[in-house]
């Protein structure tokens, strides 16, 4: 009870840790890169502007993955990310299984000076979109 009497007397600065706490999760999701649609992913893909970068563990990339991707799994990332030099004018899409690395890896190569973009929901929104995978390596 105690809780909602201090709410009620301290709505102003309530407000105010609520804006900043809103403030800082948007400062910080863009420093992983902006999240983008399947759709939006095969545009990149067909005007050969992007490059995909698949974070999930070779074992998944291989059972399935985004034709032409590259698999550098998110925990290999610091030793391998000389790999996408030669594509630091595209923009690096990195795509995970739902989403649960590409932030972490976004915010690497974008602290790198990459162009760093997440395919939003990752492989399943991918799947769900109907858009096809190809296995093997």
Do not use: C
């Not at 009870?1 to 999701?29: H, K, N, P, R």
């Not at 974070?55 to 996408?84: C, D, Q, Y």
Request: charged share 25%; proline share 2%; no cysteine.
């Amino acid at each position: 009870m105690d809780f909602f009497i201090f709410v009620s007397e301290q709505w102003l600065l309530i407000s105010l840790l609520i804006a900043l706490i809103g403030v800082f999760l948007f400062t910080e999701q863009g420093k992983s890169g902006k999240s983008i649609s399947p759709a939006e992913l095969v545009r990149l893909m067909n005007s050969e502007e992007a490059v995909v970068v698949d974070v999930r563990n070779a074992g998944e990339f291989e059972s399935g993955h985004i034709h032409g991707s590259r698999n550098i799994p998110h925990g290999k990332l610091a030793s391998r990310i000389t790999e996408l030099e030669k594509f630091r004018s595209k923009i690096i899409v990195v795509v995970d299984k739902i989403g649960q690395h590409s932030g972490g890896v976004g915010k690497t190569l974008t602290k790198e000076s990459y162009d760093v973009r997440r395919l939003g929901g990752g492989i399943s929104e991918w799947q769900g979109a109907s858009l096809p995978l190809v296995s093997g390596k």
